[in-house]
């Protein structure tokens, strides 16, 4: 029997058809995700370092007027003879232009002096209108025709715009309140979350499933409501404008409110999970020792849901940190990141120094979530198989207590929405109470009407439907694919980044990516399947880990068992795959629903006048002074989610009971 010499190579098993179909779908959805996500940050990225600036020492200039042409001279040369203030900005976005004739102070169209004009070094352009001129020939003009010559900035690369964005006291200002905002909030939130998940997993009172209920409200509404509300009950004509002893709401006060509202239900989610998990032979140990109650809830349930806490504080400090809607309508004159990137593009068009935001607004963002994650994993190997669930016992004080602490949580959540709901029924908030629908009329509002309304469910359907299918199926093949480790690592890496970035910054990346004429997917710029685009990318994380997990359920036997029957591997994921996993599929369309139908930050910058959607409009509204109008948008939006929720369980119910007998059995 022959060996093997040293030198001998290892024979690779052959792939079949299947394998190889399944690397090429692998492929497909791994270029989705490069031209939806890694292509466009780098060239936000790129933008950062680019700066455009007018160089007036690159072009020369000759009058005549009647006594032959003088001497020429530089366009640099006429600046420094102008007084200092009347220095152009040379300074400016990638689309400014300086008209020539503001260096000339002496300049009349209807004279009849002749100019010559040139650029004296490659490569330097101006315009004649829309004329692009490239080369450095002299050209002459009359006066009239001279007022349509143009400088464009050159652009360079460099750290300029950093250099600015950081010697701007108002703009790094921004920094230290983001920070600000964003850790009270935390504190404040992860503090009343524990309190909340606390009284309904440790104590015995009653109404526990209306109290989760409740506390899930949040979820279904736009970050923007809780503003819109807190201003009719605290602002200028609020009817509790005076419990703030004369502090305004407009500013970190209602940021820090409206935050704890909408970021609530995502600490008691994490939270209630870590509690849940508690092993009740720890208590019965300090129990059995004599640990006083306040002993036992420091050495026993705080250890047991340390990670849980911790997870949940930097979870809830990156949602405060990116969210755009609340301090935006909210926030008056306190500045915050997310809404200085909106400032800089929408209101300024400087999209070089909303790049430079962007990447500042990233690195918080990215650190707390790679933090999370750490902890997530450490929370995994926490866990115990011989764990015994725990079981409150009967306290009446401490039921009591609990009752009444869900009870303000549950009426501070309720009352907000209670509130908008109010606003939107009256004809004219706080001056006529009458009760009224004209608020509904959405079309008379400068918001996008009812139209914005029906883009909100189209694009909410789109994303359920399509991201859905493309975020289960790459989950699928990243998990089945056997070898490719290099390829299923970058997947994953890919997977996992939308979880770090925020709206803001990737609507603005699409802006740079998409807008730019010289990309192939141009066409998609302004349309809905860019909204579509954007927003499957932005919720893609948590869809995939959902996909993930419960993939991960499922005995690698049913592919071994499938190939020894050589059965195609579609049939087995039409047949096997997609049945077991339908619970974790319809939880994945539900969240991509709501989440369609609530997002601001994302799409703010990319929808057109034909794609203006429902959240959008609650913006425009706010902005427009509409108040009331917005406030009803709102309330559209969380009945919109509501029904979706209860369709989505009368469906999950219908479906699982058809195909999910075989887990009672």
Avoid at 112 to 134: K, M
Avoid at 422 to 429: E, G, H, I
Avoid at 623 to 628: E, I, L, S, T, Y
């Amino acid at each position: 029997m022959a060996s093997l010499g040293l030198g001998a190579r290892v024979a690779r098993p052959k792939l079949d058809r299947d394998a190889w179909l399944i690397r090429l779908f692998l492929l497909a959805i791994g270029l989705y995700l490069v031209l939806a996500l890694a292509l466009p940050l780098y060239t936000m990225l790129s933008k950062s370092f680019t700066t455009y600036r007018f160089a007036p020492s690159n072009y020369e200039l000759q009058i005549d007027r009647g006594e032959g042409w003088t001497k020429p001279v530089t366009l640099a040369a006429l600046i420094e003879a102008l007084p200092a203030s009347a220095h152009p900005e040379l300074a400016t976005s990638h689309d400014g232009r300086l008209s020539v004739v503001d260096l000339l102070p002496d300049f009349s169209f209807r004279s009849t002096t002749r100019y010559q004009f040139r650029s004296a070094v490659d490569g330097a352009v101006f315009l004649i209108g829309s004329e692009r001129i490239a080369d450095r020939d002299w050209h002459t003009f009359t006066s009239n025709e001279f007022r349509r010559v143009v400088m464009r900035p050159a652009a360079s690369r460099g750290i300029e715009n950093y250099w600015t964005y950081f010697s701007t006291p108002s703009l790094v200002q921004s920094i230290e309140n983001s920070v600000k905002i964003a850790a009270i909030s935390t504190v404040i939130t992860v503090t009343l979350a524990f309190a909340f998940a606390y009284a309904l997993s440790r104590t015995c009172m009653p109404f526990k499933g209306t109290f989760r209920l409740i506390a899930m409200i949040p979820i279904l509404v736009p970050s923007l409501l809780p503003g819109i509300a807190l201003i009719y009950l605290f602002g200028n004509q609020g009817f509790l404008k005076d419990v703030l002893f004369g502090h305004s709401i407009y500013g970190p006060i209602g940021i820090v409110i409206g935050s704890v509202f909408f970021t609530f239900p995502h600490a008691f989610i994490i939270i209630a999970t870590a509690l849940a998990i508690s092993d009740s032979r720890l208590h019965e140990a300090a129990v059995s020792l004599k640990a006083s109650v306040w002993r036992r809830f420091w050495t026993v349930t705080i250890p047991s849901a340390r990670y849980g806490l911790i997870s949940a504080g930097f979870v809830v400090f990156t949602l405060v940190i990116t969210d755009f809607g609340l301090p935006k309508v909210i926030g008056g004159q306190y500045d915050v990141l997310a809404v200085d990137i909106y400032k800089q593009v929408i209101g300024q068009q400087n999209f070089e120094m909303g790049a430079v935001v962007s990447v500042v607004l990233l690195i918080p963002a990215v650190l707390a979530f790679a933090v999370d994650r750490i902890i997530q994993r450490r929370q995994v190997a926490a866990l115990s198989a011989r764990a015994v669930p725990f079981e409150p016992k009967p306290e009446q004080a401490a039921d009591w207590t609990a009752l009444g602490l869900c009870i303000a949580v549950a009426v501070f959540i309720v009352g907000i929405l209670t509130v908008c709901q109010f606003a939107a029924l009256v004809k004219l908030w706080p001056y006529d109470l009458t009760p009224s629908l004209r608020q509904y009329d959405f079309d008379r509002t400068d918001g996008g009407g009812w139209d914005a309304y029906g883009n909100s469910i189209r694009l909410a359907v789109y994303t359920a439907v399509i991201g859905t299918g493309l975020v289960f199926l790459g989950a699928y093949l990243v998990e089945k694919t056997q070898g490719l480790r290099v390829g299923r690592t970058l997947f994953q890496f890919l997977a996992m980044m939308p979880m770090a970035i925020p709206g803001m910054v990737l609507g603005l990346a699409y802006i740079f990516f998409f807008n730019d004429p010289a990309n192939p997917l141009n066409f998609l710029y302004g349309t809905m399947a860019i909204l579509v685009l954007s927003t499957v990318t932005h919720f893609y994380t948590v869809a995939h880990l959902t996909a993930v997990t419960a993939l991960k359920q499922m005995d690698q036997e049913f592919e071994s068992v499938s190939a020894s029957l050589k059965q195609p591997v579609w049939r087995l994921f039409a047949r096997v795959t997609v049945p077991v996993c339908l619970p974790a599929i319809l939880d994945i369309s539900i969240y991509l629903f709501v989440n369609a139908m609530t997002t601001v930050s994302a799409v703010v910058f990319l929808y057109s006048p034909t794609t203006k959607l429902a959240s959008v409009a609650v913006l425009n509204m706010d902005d427009a002074g509409d108040v009331a109008p917005a406030a009803a948008m709102g309330m559209m939006i969380f009945y919109t989610n509501v029904a979706a929720r209860l369709l989505h369980l009368a469906v999950t119910r219908g479906l699982l009971a058809r195909t999910q007998a075989w887990r009672y059995r």
